[in-house]
């Protein structure tokens, strides 16, 4: 005849572990095993309790170079971002308190245009008309009156008269995409 090993009980403590287990994303059967349990009651309490396991999310790759070097590389770039960045605010700060209108970047002309037109005397948006004479496309930023146009304007004739610098700025090889911009 068969003889039965008594039932094990377990406190609700010792199923709350095995439960926080299997949700952390142990296996059923590596957990009947270390507490020493039937894998059908683990199974059966998980079915009855609405165990749910939450999705984890996928660990970061390391980097080919490994972690210090990525993070040399990223520090790297900040900086030099960094830099762009005040070189482009000096100049613009520069540019909007008056100054001279060479060596603003191309893609803000507009903007800073429209500023001192907006902000400073009318003399010196007289001499910023006379100074954008000397590019032919530029003239097409006033009106017949001597205003400047809107600043969505502004941009517009500055990116179609320097179609072929944005392109390059966009990494757009020659004879793709050619209705862009």
């Known amino acids: 005849m068969y003889e039965r090993d008594p ?3 377990r406190s609700d403590e010792y199923w709350e572990e095995i439960r926080r287990a299997w949700e952390g994303g142990a296996t059923g059967a590596s957990l009947a ?9 683990l ?21 080919v170079e490994g ?3 990525y993070a040399e590389k990223q520090r790297d770039a900040f900086e030099l971002r960094l830099t762009e960045t005040r070189a482009v605010a000096t100049k613009l700060a520069e540019a909007m308190a008056g100054g001279a209108l060479e060596g603003v970047p191309l893609w803000h002309l507009g903007f800073v245009l429209k500023w001192r037109a907006e902000h400073l005397t009318a003399e ?7 100074w954008a004479r000397r590019y032919g496309w530029t003239g097409k930023m006033w ?10 304007w502004l941009d517009g004739v500055t990116l179609f008269a320097n179609r072929e610098a ?15 911009p």
Do not use: F, H, I, S
């Open 166 to 180: 944005w392109r390059e700025d966009a990494g757009l090889p020659e004879g793709v995409a050619e209705d862009w």
């Open 43 to 63: 199974w059966r309490r998980r079915a009855e309790e609405a165990w749910e396991r939450k999705p984890q999310p996928d660990p970061v790759p390391e980097p």
């Open 143 to 152: 009106d017949e009156d001597g205003r400047l146009e809107p600043l969505m």
């Open 124 to 130: 010196t948006a007289a001499r910023d008309r006379d």
């Open 33 to 41: 095993k270390r507490y020493d349990v039937g894998l059908a009651n």
């Open 67 to 69: 972690w210090e070097r």
């Open 7 to 9: 039932p094990r009980l």
